[in-house]
């Protein structure tokens, strides 16, 4: 299929071939959640911890006799039962990684790219260079582009701290390279903004 390239100034200059394999496939609901849950558990580090009694400081004395004195018995202050005592059942350390298989992840990639293509919430712009960062410049050619004030993913091509030091400033703007993107990140943002020389970038990466 083909879609229009618009220039920074958001008038159509050309057009460009997608390949209907990647962006014109069938939204895949469920591999697109698993994607996105395999994506947030893999950033949690897992290290909660709580101490159980036996890791509580303190609380080796028995804090008074067992009879006599009308009251419960109790054996140490750091009981779960006692303020300041252990926690039972409390959270340990443990590893929250998931692991998807190669295709599952690209068919949740592909229908998330697909997805916002069908929605009309994927443009494509042609490649402009900027000399230095200018939040001001980036956020001109975002408004030209009627995606200012929008929730938007940036694609880029390869690095550039030019760009991304441009728009890393700008309110509900993400600025990402074409190869390393992710399920989470194309459907965390309604609309997404490739660079031209990304989309061959972006189309490589599920060739590899």
């Known amino acids: ?18 390949l209907d394999e990647i962006f014109g ?31 509580v400081s303190g609380g080796g004395k028995k804090p008074w006799r067992q009879k006599g004195r ?30 998807l298989n190669k295709k599952l992840k690209a068919l949740a990639r592909k229908s998330a790219l697909s997805l916002r293509l069908s929605e009309g919430n994927l443009i494509v712009v042609e490649d402009f260079a900027m000399e230095q960062p200018k939040t001001k410049e980036f956020y001109t050619v975002l408004k030209n582009l009627n995606l200012a004030g929008e929730k938007t993913l940036v694609l880029l091509p390869e690095k550039s701290d030019v760009h991304y030091l441009s728009a890393r400033n700008i309110e509900n703007v993400s600025v990402f390279y074409a190869d390393k ?17 990304a989309v061959e970038q972006l189309q490589a990466s599920f060739q590899n």
């Open 1 to 18: 299929m083909t879609v229009d390239v618009y220039s920074k100034e958001g008038k159509v200059v050309g057009q460009i071939e997608l």
């Open 25 to 55: 496939v069938e939204p895949h609901e469920h591999a697109m959640h698993m994607a996105v849950v395999a994506y947030l558990a893999n950033q949690r580090q897992g290290t909660h911890k709580t101490k159980v009694r036996s890791e």
């Open 70 to 99: 009308g009251t419960a018995r109790a054996g140490s202050i750091r009981s779960p039962l006692w303020v300041h005592g252990g926690t039972i059942h409390g959270p340990k350390p443990r590893d929250y990684t998931m692991k």
């Open 181 to 197: 993107i992710s399920t989470y990140h194309i459907l965390a943002h309604k609309k997404l903004l490739i660079f031209k020389s």
